[in-house]
């Protein structure tokens, strides 16, 4: 079975530095092999390297973020930009771009619209994919009664960052029929329209929100995996802290589903003065920082079943994207 991974290539970083630059996105196309293995270009599968114009995207925000798969093509978010991916020619071109645009987390399609996370101006950005005409912006900032607003006369693809962010949206996912986002400042998911709630909050900020039949899965950055189903109401987590019960796991997210198997990506610690990431990297200091990897876990019997691990020590490793064709 053949998994595409959305990833990107850091830029070597000073210790308390936290602006993480990026020399280039790729799209990984893998097949895992069954047992553990250090997965290798050309031997595990094909690396497609991703670039964009610097006159679009500042020098440093070369990256790949969180895609989706529609009408048998890939579209993948960068930081200002959303993307169309010819996989077997390994050539991308653009969709979607505008000035309003800051650090890109998710592209998704919903009810014959694209929805783009547009996680530093706190927005949903919603767009006809046909003409590719913006239709309209969704502020996720009114739903914690924030009045912060940005100057839209700015081209953010061009600003570093606007952090600190008071939602820090990752994901968006349509469930139940209705559109959600994960939102990581508030530790849950939130339905746009109805505003039914997710809470996430014993295991931690959230990242994927992938939905199998009637459930839907989450990764915390700290580690965890939890399924949530809404007619049932009920959650069933998985600590892949315990599970794995070594050094430092890393920055979770990515994940796929596939029956009762996992596969959940882990990105090394990078220094960073930030607090959502210090909190409890410094908790113990001994334990040696992993480089990037992947975990094939059984859902039943809450184990691994492989561990793959990758070459580069400044990978990171946003998504990861089951290829049924």
Known sequence: ??????????????????RTSHSNGELRLVEFPDDDARLIEGEHGRWIRISESSETIMQGHHKVNGGCFQHGEFYVATFGQVLRVNLQQGSSETVWT????????????????????NTGLERIEIVDPQSGTHQAS???????????????????????TTQPHLVHAN???LYDNEVWVTRFCQMDALALESRRRIDLSSWGNPHDGLVQENEVFFTTTNGHLVSYCLAAD??????????L??????????????????????TQ??????????????????????PSFIVKLDLER????????????????YGIYRIDR
Request: net charge positive; aromatic share 14%; glycine share 4%.
């Open 138 to 160: 969704i502020d996720l900032q009114k739903y914690i009664g924030s009045s912060r607003t940005f100057d839209l006369s700015l081209d953010y693809r061009h600003v570093w």
């Open 98 to 117: 505008a000035s309003f645009l800051n650090d890109l987390h998710a592209v998704n399609f919903f009810h014959d619209r694209m929805y783009v996370v």
């Open 269 to 290: 610690f990078r220094p960073s003065v930030t607090k959502e990431m210090g909190k409890w990297i410094l908790q113990d200091v001994k334990l040696q920082r992993n």
């Open 234 to 243: 009920r959650f069933q987590s998985w600590d892949l802290n315990d599970i």
């Open 1 to 18: 079975m053949k998994f595409l991974l959305t990833c990107s290539i850091k830029r070597k970083q000073k210790l308390l530095d936290s």
């Open 245 to 266: 019960g070594r050094d430092q796991l890393g920055w979770c997210r990515g994940l796929a589903v596939s029956d009762n198997v996992a596969l959940v990506a882990f």
């Open 302 to 317: 809450n184990r691994v079943l492989a561990k793959y691990d990758f070459q580069e020590r400044d990978l990171t490793i």
């Open 171 to 173: 994901h968006c996912f």
